[in-house]
């Protein structure tokens, strides 16, 4: 593997025992429209996960069997395979696609069974390095029990099949009671500088040693838009998204990034702009969005 051209924010974190670059790579807006499909540019696509895991020295790939549905593992798997062994590709079952671009539960024993087999062969993996279990539905985490499914990963895990395990759009709850039937590296939930009901969480699992990955860090399909977000941005001469991701980043030391992209060239914006250094007044004004 090449040494990175572009140093990467925010240094590393350990999920369990592997490494990962804090600043990771999401690979969800790889497929087509509405996560649907093939990309519109498949070269192109291919190009930035060449980008981010060769040339910039990126070691934590997120994605999911059930984006595209397939697509975006096997651009992973032709961009990437064999894989550099520093190298760690994180994804999540609990939901599947239907022909209406919606997202349908699928947590029973069996179809998280399925799930995690066609990652490994989508992928081809003979061992997940970590699996999230992906909780609650489209309008975010629901309350309930979810020992029958994680558990079911817990037996997977015992048969070598994953490394490690985490939980997404979780409540708190649901994360506590995951922590007391198995260990947990990771906590992969909603969560940006408007949106900030998981800042107790944070900072509990900051204590814990265990990860909290922000998936929409920058709202999602609707972008962050706040005055105060534009004033600090203009100020330091950056971009609303750059600022919004250093935030994050200096927000915790446990928050690891994995914004997405289907462009090199804002891959390395997004790098860029996550490694601006925020001042303390910075951080006051921006702490005041989502409060």
């Known amino acids: 593997m090449s040494a990175p051209s572009l140093s990467l924010p925010g240094g590393t974190w350990t999920l369990g025992d592997l490494i990962v670059t804090r600043f990771g790579y999401g690979a969800m807006q790889l497929a087509g429209p509405w996560v649907m499909g093939p990309p519109t540019d498949r070269e192109g696509a291919l190009a930035v996960l060449r980008e981010a895991a060769v040339d910039l020295g990126i070691t934590h790939i997120d994605t999911s069997d059930a984006y595209g549905p397939r697509v975006t593992n096997e651009l992973i798997r032709e961009a990437l395979h064999p894989y550099p062994e520093s190298l760690h590709i994180v994804t999540k079952v609990g939901a599947t696609r239907d022909e209406q671009g919606g997202w349908p539960t699928a947590r029973r024993p069996e179809d998280l069974r399925r799930q995690v087999h066609d990652n490994l062969k989508s992928l081809r993996l003979d061992v997940l390095d970590l699996v999230n279990l992906r909780l609650g539905n489209a309008e975010g985490p629901q309350p309930g029990s ?20 985490g939980v997404s759009n979780a409540t708190e709850e649901q994360v506590t009671e995951a922590q007391s039937i198995a260990p947990i590296v990771c906590v992969q939930n909603m969560y ?3 949106h900030r009901h998981d800042d107790k969480l944070i900072d ?47 927000r915790s030391p446990n928050i690891l990034l994995i914004p997405g992209t289907s462009s090199t060239a804002h891959l390395r914006e997004n790098i860029a702009g996550a490694g601006l250094s925020l001042s303390h007044e910075d951080l006051t004004e921006l702490d005041d969005i989502g409060r």
Request: hydrophobic share 55%; aromatic share 8%; charged share 10%.
């Open 192 to 194: 940006n500088l408007a």
């Open 204 to 250: 509990r699992l900051a204590t814990e040693g265990v990860a909290y990955v922000p998936f929409f860090p920058l709202g999602g399909f609707t972008p962050l838009q706040s005055s105060a977000l534009s004033a600090v941005a203009a100020r330091l001469k950056s971009t609303p998204m750059s600022v919004a991701l250093a935030w994050l980043l200096q």
């Open 146 to 165: 979810l020992a029958e499914a994680f558990e079911t990963l817990v037996e997977l895990q015992q048969q070598g099949l994953i490394r490690h395990l």
